[in-house]
């Protein structure tokens, strides 16, 4: 028996020590990648204090950097070097010299990306879901060469079942069908669907986040893009995702409040090369696709057709973080205003205090968010800045019509932006997101419309919607603001 305990005694002191050691080594790699100090601190004390727990957690969650994506698309460049070429100079004459106010807003973001903004372009504002898959619809029943789908969520349901068999009808139609979806998003999609796509020769993939060795436990980044593209003349991207309750025929939100945006002109070619990275990353196939821009023929978009816009990818693949410096592009270039619409209000220091710092300034600073919630932790955490925000004379706005999904801002007289990033530091630096940046009066004329309508629908807060609450309330809104890093 005496035997037997030594035994045990031994190897539980040995599974102790090696455990130790992990986390001794945990440590020096949150120490050399973490891009903040406090998020160091943060971890390593964790870990010190709970090894057994936050270890594991920190290899799944901690890590902010994408490793892969960026050799992979240098791979695919260099073994397409032509066709890149070919893009380079179907775009070039489009590429618009930018100056004054333009020059202002967009300078930094064409540094950012390595992108620059093409002229000639028409952009439809799409409001709620009804409008957007009519639309969306309408344009797929005319494509003769391709569709490129990418979602982050696609559901099983009655709008996810008519996405399929409008997509398989096209399929067999002999329509190339390119499809793009998060594992993770679309975690509840039953193989019978997939199976049923493919049969019909639907090239349907999953991004596979989880791809390569250094990736294989990161569940954490997600590919949050919702972009559908046909035959390289028309494009959408923006808020929505396949699923029922877009259409706002869910039980439990009612009605469901979104934005998307339909381009055409040569920024469809540059949305078209943020689906064809994804496409790359998931496939390591480059399909063949159409280069050749498509002038808007009608000119019932933003300007007559002549709109200036930026299709502005972000992801946790590089060394900037280029989610946070877009959001903090628009809130220092803003002079007189500054609004947005986000489902999620869980920004970093350096957000929250270029807001203040707006509002200081005397710019209008506004931030509408969803009255109820769909996911309670960050719902929670908004909360707790509340009373910072409403100091610094930042007014904050709950939309309490239905849930509010819509990734929308508009800044001052020109410049805006719709697309799938959130106020959040998910969308900051572990997301892959995109958005359709529009420097044109008459569009930001349109979000202003729209966000007057929907700020017609919202009740504005401040501390005492968090001071005036029990404490067991406040405690859970304090401590959901400890996961704001990951939410």
Same mark, same amino acid.
Request: charged share 25%; with cysteine; hydrophobic share 40%.
């Given at each position: 028996?005496?035997?037997?305990?030594s035994?045990?005694?031994?190897v539980?002191? *040995?599974?102790? *020590?090696g455990w130790?050691?992990?986390?001794?080594g945990?440590?020096?790699?949150?120490v050399?990648?973490?891009r903040?100090?406090s998020?160091?601190?943060?971890w390593?004390?964790a870990?010190l204090?709970?090894?057994?727990?936050?270890v594991p957690l920190?290899?799944i969650?901690? #890590?902010?950097q994408?490793?892969?994506y960026?050799?992979?698309l240098?791979?695919?460049r260099?073994?397409h070097e032509?066709a890149?070429? +070919?893009?380079v100079?179907?775009?070039?004459p489009h590429?618009a010299?930018l100056e004054g106010?333009?020059a202002?807003?967009?300078?930094v973001?064409?540094?950012?990306?390595?992108?620059?903004?093409?002229r @000639?372009n028409e =952009? &439809?504002?799409l409001?709620?879901?009804e409008?957007?898959f009519?639309?969306?619809f309408?344009?797929m029943?005319?494509a003769?060469?391709?569709i490129?789908v990418?979602? %982050?969520?696609v559901?099983?349901?009655?709008?996810?079942?008519?996405?399929r068999?409008?997509?398989? !009808?096209?399929a067999?139609?002999?329509v190339?069908v390119y499809f793009?979806?998060d594992e993770i998003?679309s975690h509840k999609?039953?193989?019978?669907?997939?199976?049923?796509l493919?049969?019909?020769g639907?090239?349907?993939?999953? %991004?596979?986040s989880t791809?390569?060795?250094s990736?294989r436990?990161q569940i $954490?980044f997600? $590919?949050?893009?919702k972009?559908?593209?046909?035959d390289? #003349?028309?494009?959408f991207v @923006?808020?929505?995702?396949i699923?029922?309750?877009?259409l706002?025929?869910?039980?439990r939100f009612g009605f469901?409040r +979104?934005?998307?945006v339909?381009?055409?002109?040569p920024s469809?070619?540059? *949305?078209?090369?943020?689906f064809?990275? +994804?496409?790359y990353?998931?496939t390591?196939?480059?399909?063949e696709l159409?280069?050749?821009?498509?002038t808007?023929a009608?000119?019932e978009g933003?300007g007559g057709?002549?709109a200036v816009? *930026?299709t502005l990818?972000?992801?946790?693949?590089?060394p900037?973080?280029?989610?946070?410096? %877009?959001f903090l592009?628009?809130?220092?270039?803003?002079r007189?205003?500054?609004w947005?619409?986000?489902?999620?209000?869980?920004?970093?220091e350096?957000?929250?205090s270029?807001l203040q710092?707006?509002?200081? !300034?005397?710019?209008? =600073?506004r931030?509408?968010?969803? @009255?109820?919630p769909?996911k309670w932790v960050?719902?929670?955490?908004? %909360?707790?800045f509340?009373?910072?925000?409403?100091?610094?004379?930042? #007014?904050?706005? #709950?939309?309490e019509?239905?849930?509010l999904?819509q990734k929308?801002l508009v800044v001052?007289d &020109?410049?805006?932006g719709?697309?799938?990033?959130n106020?959040d $530091?998910?969308s900051?630096r572990l997301?892959?997101?995109?958005?359709?940046?529009v420097?044109?009066e008459?569009?930001a004329k349109q979000?202003e419309?729209?966000?007057e309508v929907d700020?017609?629908h &919202?009740?504005?807060v401040?501390a005492s919607?968090?001071?005036?609450?029990p404490?067991?309330?406040r405690?859970g809104v304090?401590?959901s603001?400890?996961?704001?890093?990951?939410l």
């Open positions: 028996m005496f035997e037997q305990f035994e045990k005694a031994v539980g002191t *040995l599974l102790f *020590l130790e050691v992990l986390a001794i945990t440590i020096v790699n949150i050399m990648k973490s903040s100090a998020s160091a601190w943060g390593s004390m870990v204090a709970l090894p057994f727990i936050t920190y290899w969650l901690g #890590r902010y994408f490793r892969g960026l050799e992979r240098r791979e695919a260099d073994n032509a890149y070429r +070919d893009h100079a179907t775009m070039t590429h010299i106010d333009e202002r807003y967009g300078g973001l064409e540094k950012l990306t390595e992108r620059r903004f093409t @000639g =952009v &439809c504002l409001i709620d879901g409008q957007t009519e639309s969306i309408r344009e029943e005319e003769r060469r391709y490129l990418q979602f %982050f969520i559901k099983d349901d009655d709008l996810g079942n008519r996405f068999q409008f997509l398989e !009808r096209k067999r139609e002999g190339r793009v979806y998003g999609i039953p193989k019978r669907y997939l199976r049923s493919r049969g019909a639907v090239e349907i993939h999953p %991004f596979h791809q390569g060795p990736n436990f $954490n997600r $590919n949050h893009r972009i559908v593209i046909i390289g #003349r028309v494009g @923006g808020g929505h995702n699923g029922d309750e877009y706002g025929k869910s039980k469901w +979104d934005t998307h339909r381009l055409a002109g469809v070619l540059s *949305l078209q090369m943020v064809l990275a +994804d496409y990353w998931a390591r196939q480059v399909p159409e280069w050749t821009t498509v808007p009608d000119g933003c057709g002549d816009v *930026l990818p972000t992801g946790p693949v590089g900037i973080e280029g989610g946070t410096i %877009f592009n628009a809130i220092t270039r803003a007189r205003r500054f947005i619409a986000t489902p999620y209000f869980v920004a970093d350096s957000v929250r270029a710092m707006a509002a200081l !300034r005397g710019v209008d =600073v931030v509408m968010i969803p @009255g109820k769909d960050p719902w929670l955490a908004t %909360f707790s509340l009373g910072e925000m409403q100091a610094a004379g930042v #007014r904050i706005y #709950r939309y019509k239905g849930f999904h929308v001052d &020109c410049f805006s719709v697309g799938t990033a106020l $530091n998910r900051m997301n892959f997101e995109v958005t359709a940046v420097l044109c008459d569009f979000v419309a729209m966000l700020f017609a &919202c009740r504005e401040g919607d968090y001071t005036g609450r404490w067991w309330f405690l304090r401590v603001r400890l996961f704001s890093p990951i």
